[in-house]
């Protein structure tokens, strides 16, 4: 089983549009997460990190539900420039991290 | 400008033939570490460093060496490159505000 398992998509959605990606995770003991964001196999960027009480960027919010082992982030009012790959991200020992395969979405005119 | 910087950014090589991929930072973090990233399997990381002359093995180390003389370098090294070591490969230093992974631009490497 993978440490950390998403839906590759693509999602196709468009401009205007809320969606929403989710990520699960294996190992319980997991202490930090993150979403990065990878532009066509150039380098991932910080999105944000997730905190356990939620945490809002502008139109990005990140959620932590550790019961069930999964991180969420919900785009709204989705721009062209979001368009990009969204990488969930893990750790539990603070130096190993566990990247996700990536969600694909692109957003349509 | 604060940085990660690789070289080289694309090579092609053949079995066996040794190789180096370098990777340096000029944020003065302590934090450094390599991926590669393949299709289907998302970025998995190679080896970490903590601090100069401190290195891990991360999930995939088989077939690579790392060393950390310096602060700011941490140079990747394939002894006997091997096909299945064709990658887009991904050196990062951690650190700021958010402790986050600050990636370089990436090393395409093929393996013939």
């Known amino acids: 089983r993978k440490e950390v398992e998403q839906d590759p998509g693509p999602f196709n959605v468009p401009e205007g549009a809320t969606v929403a990606f989710n990520c699960t995770y294996s190992?319980?003991?997991?202490?930090?997460f993150f979403w990065y964001r990878q532009d066509c196999r150039k380098e991932p960027k910080l999105l944000m990190s997730v905190y356990s009480s939620g945490n809002e960027d502008g139109r990005f919010t990140a959620q932590l539900n550790r019961a069930s082992q999964y991180i969420s982030l919900l785009i709204r009012d989705s721009k062209l420039s979001d368009s990009a790959t969204y990488l969930c991200v893990v750790t539990w020992t603070g130096n190993q991290f566990y990247f996700g395969t990536g969600t694909s979405l692109t957003v349509i005119p | 400008e604060a940085q990660v910087t690789q070289n080289p950014r694309y090579l092609i090589t053949v079995t066996g033939k040794k190789l180096t991929v370098t990777c340096s930072q000029n944020?003065?973090?302590?934090?450094m570490s390599w991926y590669r990233q393949d299709p289907g399997l998302g970025l998995r990381q190679i080896y970490y460093?903590?601090?100069?002359?401190?290195?891990d093995k991360g999930d995939v180390p088989e077939g690579y060496k790392v060393s950390r003389k310096e602060k700011r370098n941490f140079p990747l090294i394939l002894e006997s490159p091997s096909p299945n070591q064709t990658s887009l490969y991904f050196c990062a230093s951690r650190g700021g505000s958010y402790n986050e992974q600050f990636f370089g631009p990436g090393t395409r490497l093929t393996v013939l």
């Open positions: 190992n319980s003991a997991s202490q930090s």
């Open positions: 460093s903590m601090n100069v002359e401190v290195t």
């Open positions: 944020m003065n973090h302590e934090y």
